[in-house]
């Protein structure tokens, strides 16, 4: 089992910058492949990104790609979301997520998730 906590979320003005950071206990960190999901009010969880286990690979969704990075630290047991260039349809619960099988955009495929933190874009 993984246990996840979320950090790094806060109010920004449009076209702001937020890291957001993940740290993980428990058992090895680098047999997880991670994921970022966000859920704005009233609306679904919604995948944003994911990286594979060494970190070589990164997937993202399309509303999010060539503004945010996902990358991680093994050594730290740690994952990063880089948020650039926010938007204020980025506002929302950012959660990050752990998923012992393969990179997936499906959140019923990960297995463990962090508490939440909340991202405000202000326009």
């Known amino acids: 089992q993984v246990q996840l906590v979320e950090s790094g979320g806060g109010l920004v003005q449009a076209g702001g910058s937020l890291r957001l950071s993940c740290a993980a206990s428990?058992?090895?960190?680098?047999?997880?492949?991670m994921g970022w999901f966000r859920q704005a009010p009233g609306k679904e969880r919604e995948f944003v990104a994911a990286?594979?286990?060494?970190?070589?690979?990164?997937y993202y969704s399309d509303s999010v790609k060539g503004r945010f990075t996902i990358s991680r630290d093994n050594a730290k047991n740690t994952v990063y979301l880089q948020m650039n260039s926010l938007k204020p349809e980025d506002t929302a619960v950012y959660y990050c997520?752990?998923?012992?099988?393969?990179?997936?955009?499906?959140?019923?495929?990960?297995?463990?998730w962090g508490q939440g933190t909340q991202v405000t874009v202000s326009s």
């Open positions: 997520a752990a998923d012992q099988s393969l990179p997936s955009v499906r959140r019923f495929d990960y297995d463990y």
């Open positions: 428990g058992r090895t960190f680098s047999s997880y492949v």
């Open positions: 990286i594979s286990r060494g970190g070589s690979s990164t």
